[in-house]
């Protein structure tokens, strides 16, 4: 399936909007990976561990965003958007959440 930030597909004929599409994926932070991303802080450095945990939210929240439009029929999606938050008591949790537009295409 097409996934595109862009609102058409070059050389390509949108000929059906199948619907909204969505996806969202919320994870946990670890105590652990908490603490030593705040060391890297102090250090300098990249975290690791936030960088697989938002890698992997946000291609949760994109295959969930997918198999919606496959279910409506659709081939592609278009305007895709993904976004961040911090969510949950104390911020403890991130939510990344993505939606576009399923299409069926030429």
């Given at each position: 399936?097409i996934?595109?930030t862009?609102?058409?597909i070059?050389?390509r004929?949108?000929?059906e909007?199948?619907?909204?599409?969505?996806g969202?994926?919320?994870l946990?932070?670890n105590v652990?990976?908490?603490?030593?991303a705040g060391i890297?802080?102090?250090?300098?450095g990249?975290?690791?561990?936030?960088?697989?945990?938002l890698?992997e939210a946000r291609e949760t929240?994109?295959?969930e965003?997918t198999?919606?439009?496959?279910r409506?029929?659709?081939d592609?999606?278009i305007?895709?958007?993904?976004d961040y938050?911090?969510v949950g008591?104390d911020?403890?949790?991130?939510m990344?959440?993505?939606?576009?537009t399923?299409?069926?295409?030429?």
């Amino acid at each position: 399936m097409i996934v595109t930030t862009t609102q058409s597909i070059e050389g390509r004929k949108v000929v059906e909007y199948c619907g909204v599409v969505t996806g969202e994926a919320i994870l946990g932070a670890n105590v652990f990976r908490d603490f030593f991303a705040g060391i890297r802080d102090i250090v300098g450095g990249r975290s690791g561990g936030y960088e697989r945990s938002l890698r992997e939210a946000r291609e949760t929240a994109l295959e969930e965003m997918t198999a919606e439009a496959a279910r409506l029929g659709g081939d592609a999606v278009i305007g895709v958007d993904l976004d961040y938050e911090v969510v949950g008591k104390d911020n403890g949790m991130l939510m990344v959440s993505a939606s576009g537009t399923a299409v069926r295409l030429d």
